[in-house]
């Protein structure tokens, strides 16, 4: 079965957002009524999996092994088959 994964990876508390810290300064330089902006990364992925858990098992694994790191990141997988 072919299946496509959803990993959103967003900084743990307590972590530096530098990209979501300057385009909170860039909007309130505008006029933007706007208090605070968390940056996420998302990927989405295609692959063949036997099963939706084995597909959510491999998207954690790719999490763990190279997308996320686990000092910093915070990160959901949601599963949809195809």
């Known amino acids: 079965m072919k299946y496509t994964v959803k990993i959103d990876i967003s900084l743990k508390p307590g972590h530096n957002n530098p990209e979501g810290e300057a385009t909170t300064r860039m909007l309130k330089e505008l006029n933007y009524p706007v208090e605070q902006i968390a940056v996420h990364k ?5 692959f063949q999996a036997s099963s939706q ?3 959510k098992l491999k998207a954690d694994e790719m999490c763990t092994r190279l997308l996320t790191n686990p000092v910093r990141d915070n990160y959901t997988i949601s599963v949809v088959e195809q």
């Open 53 to 55: 858990a084995e597909a």
């Open 42 to 46: 998302i990927y989405v992925i295609t």
